[in-house]
């Protein structure tokens, strides 16, 4: 190596340094071997070089002739080094995207527990309409408020063991939610699981981008289908072994954690013999030729459509159980049943949002996605079981198509961001779903919850907004 050392692996060193030698030699701007031997330090380096091939360096000119000849040698040599470890040759691994998405499965099923229990921790602490929000908000804000910085930090010092440690917080959290019998205590355990999402998402996102060779979208509904799938069943799980038997049963749910505890430490062994790779994409440039100011209008649109998104969405995960059994007077079990029907929609929609949009462009998709659901959601507050049943599964697909393309979309906006990003709008995810949840709580308790899911109705119009989404593919 010439002029660069301590880089991500020696392939990528020697490649800067042919580079930089071509430079010093056909460049007269670059005044490559007189600066190096105005520096003793530097000279002595050259020396000590030179001397293992017999070539000894008296004056700027011999140093000029050795790094010809070093030139010479390295340009010789086979660069299957570097060309494996670059971004446009590295293969898909469904193996990796696939355990993965099933980390997010159990994940996400663990989270789902939580409001799944909620008419069963209302019933035994008497809990208010606001208080259940307040339960969603401590969850959400621990999960949303430390994503990106998790993401941010991991982009700059990528270390394979945060996914683990993020179980460990979740299965604490879960033994917590099992025993406790306060509602602090409630919050505290609602608190550590949050935590556990939060350490989760950005990483095992960035993973799936790194496994995903170039199929982007593919990757990422891959791994949000997980997600979605475990929401869906986490209520039936809930119904199942739960709620006839009481909090207690909650530990149960730990089995789960302890699972993804040892598939995690797994995927962070795969991640660690992949960092390498991880550094070279993460230094890629933007390739879409948008200015700053148009990069950071675009992501506040992208803001304001997860806002629409989710706010809407915590009106059917948190409260469309309720709203079931004041409505239609359903019980608690059958009321789950169509709970696990609209997730069951979301994962299908989020699984084939993401190819659908490697093929006809993200902002399509983002388009169709959110404003697309309008018609569904403004007619939901007028139907009877029957076609409540049926809009909320349409509007679960069309809605859940977005998301992948968003972060997709948001990631190709700012690319060697691909952690941060992503912690960015899953933070969002959860910020936005957990203000909804406590402030629709409050609406519930003061006006009805018929009047939150009439108001709730109009708020995929905002997707109006994508038309000043740049195309990006």
Known sequence: MLFYRGGTDDAECDAKNREASSRAL???????????????????????????THFVINRPGDLKTFLWMNIMATSAQPETATASTTPQTSPLVMRIIGAVAL????????????????????????????????????????????????????????????LPVGSICTLIGIVMMSVVGSFPLILLAAALIGIGSSTFHPEASRIARLASGGRFGLAQSTFQVGGNTGSAFG?????????????????????????????????????????????????QAATHGLSRKRVIASLAVLAFLVFSKFFYMTSLTSYFTFYLIEKFDLSVASSQLHLFLFLGAVAAGTFFGGPIGDRIGR????????????????????????????????????????????????????????????????????????????????????HGILFVYTLCSYLPLLGILAILLPRTK
């Open 235 to 283: 209520p039936l799980l809930a119904a199942a072994i739960i709620i006839p038997f009481g909090q207690g049963n909650v530990a149960w749910i730990g089995l789960f954690a302890l699972f993804s505890l040892g598939l995690l430490y797994a995927i962070s062994r795969w991640y660690r013999a992949h960092l390498n790779l991880f550094k070279l994409k993460a230094g």
């Open 26 to 52: 056909f460049d007269p701007s670059v005044k490559t071997q007189q600066n190096v031997a105005q520096s003793p330090r530097k000279m002595a380096h050259w020396r000590a070089q030179a001397r293992v």
């Open 103 to 162: 980390a997010h499965l159990i994940n996400d099923l663990i989270q789902a527990i939580l409001p799944s229990i909620y008419p069963m921790l209302k019933a035994s602490y008497d809990l208010s309409f606001t208080q259940i929000g307040l339960i969603t908000l401590t969850f959400q804000i621990t999960a949303s408020l430390l994503q990106p910085w998790v993401g941010y930090y991991t982009d700059r010092h990528p270390n394979p063991l945060v």
């Open 363 to 446: 902002k399509a998709v983002i388009w169709f996605s959110i404003l697309g659901a309008a018609p569904f959601t403004l007619a939901l507050p007028y139907a009877d079981l029957f076609w409540t049943s049926v809009l909320s599964v349409i509007i679960g697909f069309v809605l859940a198509s977005a998301f992948s393309a968003i972060v997709v979309y948001a990631q190709e906006l700012v690319p060697g961001n691909v952690g941060m990003i992503a912690g960015i709008f899953f933070g969002l995810m959860f910020g936005f779903g957990g203000i909804g949840a406590a402030l629709l709580g409050y609406l519930a308790d003061s």
